[in-house]
T-cell receptor, first 115, second 110 residues
């Protein structure tokens, strides 16, 4: 079965440009998460979608960051006017709602480099 | 101060050694404690989880939680080169949000 997929796997952009990162969750998973992992750092929570509920955006570091999830499936994370400090690996995860442990399945990530 | 503290290492041990990985935390509301393993250039994958205090064993891996000390551990027995990875502890509060440690990079030398 297909896992979580992310595209592109690598993205190099110039400071000030906008980027879009895509996540395809596991089919049937109602919850979707975005994290950021900087070099040598743990996972920093960015945003969480659950079904039709309003997303939890509490982790977004600035208003340059936004995300949407269309049709309860695919999600896009957009970073506007990228800065060098945005360079990191952006990880997407999905999970089934209702499980107590709520295991999150991660994609391979998008490695973003802002020059 | 971060909610979850984890020594980033790197940690390098010979094959066959017992490995001990640890995290401390400050939020007593955490109930579920997880260990994720992340190979280079891959996403993390859930290795083990425990609920509240106690031990849980799965093959060569043992997860231990001490809520009174706010301290969790992962032990790896008979370590193998294939265990070389970054190990992240994570803790669950509320309904969905996980809080991760920094991750410890582990290398098992043949």
């Amino acid at each position: 079965g297909a896992g979580v997929s992310q595209s592109p796997s690598n993205k190099v952009t110039e400071k000030g440009k906008d980027v879009e990162l895509r996540c395809d969750p596991i089919s049937g998973h109602t919850a979707l998460y975005w994290y950021r992992q900087s070099l040598g750092q743990g996972l920093e929570f960015l945003i969480y979608f659950q079904g039709n509920s309003a997303p939890d955006k509490s982790g977004l570091p600035s208003d340059r960051f936004s995300a949407e999830r269309t049709g309860g499936s695919v999600s896009t994370l957009t970073i506007q006017r990228t800065q060098q400090e945005d360079s990191a690996v952006y990880l997407c995860a999905s999970s089934l709602q209702g499980l107590m442990v709520n295991e999150q399945f991660f994609g391979p990530g998008t490695r973003l480099t802002v020059l | 101060q971060k909610e979850v503290e984890q020594d980033p290492g790197p940690l390098s041990v010979p094959e066959g050694a017992i490995v001990s990985l640890n995290c401390t935390y400050s939020n007593s509301a955490f109930q579920y404690f997880m260990w994720y393993r992340q190979y280079s250039r891959k996403g993390p994958e859930l290795l083990m989880y425990t609920y509240s205090s106690g031990n849980k064993e799965d093959g060569r891996f043992t997860a231990q939680v001490d809520k009174s000390s706010k301290y969790i551990s992962l032990f790896i027995r008979d370590s193998q080169p294939s265990d070389s990875a970054t190990y992240l502890c994570a803790m669950k509060r509320g309904a969905q949000k996980l809080v991760f440690g920094q991750g410890t990079r582990l290398t098992i030398n043949p």
